[in-house]
């Protein structure tokens, strides 16, 4: 399995009036709530119906831009980064997000909710629900003294407000991603048209390396806008004839399939649980294509070296996927040499068909979405960062969110962080750690087990289990229980149909539940 770090850098859409005087300190809620909203617009000033604002994005070696519009629960954000774009799209409730790749995406999972608890934030609505609302007390951040307020709306995944002690503006929203703790940090506040503005946004995952800076130019309030920037997007599909039957080759326990990039042929990992299209810095030089940008990505550790690539097309045999922005790194340097192999084919791949692998047979079918039916019973996914998420029940009591990755050969990787919440879940007992390689090299784990697993109605017992002992990189992910592997799948005749948010499973021809296993 293979992530790459995507920080979202939408402005927060908080609109102020400027600072109010210096305010004695505040100890409770309610005045800390109240000096918030005294700040938020000055008397008589008219609610913002219509919002734009646009400006520059700087970060990881890279350049790019913004544009945002809001009216009403309607909201758009378009994203340029070097090679990269992207589209966020608000329509009422939902949610649609569109990659570099033409992928189109509706949140249904974490990101929906971290959406819902942003958008009570931006309106200030969050300072008229007390009850949604947990004072934590007075800390300092970037030198100012601020109060910290951790805001949960209906539905919606916590964050952490940070309000300046003196002018009630916020300072700082910081939320769980991934492996660790995102923040965004807002300064060089503007008065436009009675408002106050943050124009300047820093994003940062912890590691100030790989910050993006973002600097507003321009607002236009309750101006006209185009209602067809606000049309549903439509979703890309592989360019084929028909649904295709390919052999994959199977070695250490994963599974390879052709790929070939300006006319030559290269041997790529069949990876569900990768957020995109990664070539080794080798392919990508025969292909002749420019790197760009000097980016983080998440494996077994977090990792530099990661940069972007635009490529015309790949094909897997009778299927073109075209226009795709690639990411590049020294797999071989990067995996400490685990993985000798040129490419992975990550999510865009699965977003643009429907896949069926039976590993068995050691085969392939794949096609267009909607191209052929799927076989067996449906699984419920949600692919909100680009991986299909699957809820799986542990030794008949505990649900459990995990990913299905196919570019993991294990049966089952259980995360330290659930673990953690879940000391019952293993037997205790550690015997020997071993050491287990990824993208950005090695991480430590031991070996244990699961009594049963519940996986679609079928019942798998004592599943070999890892358990990572990572605080940072993929393993260490606060949201998932962990990984469902090769090891598990191998039972299944599995399809993948991620455009529908959808994962089937039937028996397969070498279907063991374990039962036998010691």
Known sequence: MYRRIVLSL????????????AQPASSTLG???????????APGT?????????????????????????????????????????????????????????????????LLRRDRTERFIDSGDFARAPERCILRGRTTVNGRAVYTVDVTAADGEMQTVSIDAESFLPVRVGYDDDDGRATIDFSDWRLVGGHRFPFRATVSNGDH?????????????????????????????????GPQMLSLTQNGGHLYTDVT??????????????????????????????????????????TGGLQLARLDALQIGSGTMRDLVVTVLDLGRSTSGAFPIDGILGYPFFAETAVTIDFAKSTMLFGPPGSFVPAGQKISI?????????????????????????GNAAEVLLYKPFVDRHPGVIP???????????IGGATTSY????????????????????????????????????????????????????????LYVERGSQFDDGRSRL
């Open 428 to 438: 205790p007992s550690v015997t020997s750690t071993r050491q287990s390689f990824g």
């Open 209 to 241: 390396a790989f910050d993006m800076d973002q600097r507003t130019e321009r607002i236009a309030i309750d101006g006209p806008i185009e209602p067809a920037l606000f049309r549903r997007p439509v979703p890309r599909a592989i360019e084929m004839p």
């Open 46 to 110: 008219k609610a913002i119906e219509r919002l734009e604002s646009s400006g520059s994005i700087v970060g990881a070696g890279l350049t790019g831009a913004f544009h945002t519009w809001e009216d009403g629960d309607r909201s758009r954000e378009d994203e340029t980064l070097g090679p990269r774009s992207e589209t966020t799209l608000r329509l009422g409730d939902r949610v649609y997000y569109v990659n570099a790749d033409g992928n189109v995406r509706e949140f249904t999972g974490l």
């Open 382 to 406: 949600e692919t909100d960062r680009a991986f299909p998420e699957a809820r799986f029940r542990l030794n008949g009591s505990i649900e459990a969110p995990f990913i299905v990755d196919t």
């Open 31 to 41: 005045e800390v709530l109240a000096g918030y909203l005294h700040a938020i617009d």
């Open 261 to 302: 990039i300006a006319g030559k042929s290269y041997r790529f990992l069949v990876d569900s649980g990768a957020q995109n299209i990664l070539l080794d810095q080798r392919v990508a030089r025969e292909a002749g294509l420019p790197a760009v940008g000097a980016l983080e990505a998440s494996g077994a550790q977090r």
């Open 10 to 21: 939408g402005l927060i859409v908080v609109a102020a009036a400027a600072p109010c005087a």
């Open 447 to 502: 070996a244990s087990s699961i009594d049963r697993l519940d996986v679609a109605g079928f019942t798998l017992y004592h599943a070999e289990a890892g358990v990572m002992l990572a605080t940072r990189g993929a393993f260490a992910d606060r949201f998932d229980a962990g990984n469902v592997g090769l090891g598990v799948l191998k039972n299944f005749i599995v399809t993948f149909d991620e455009s529908q948010n959808a």
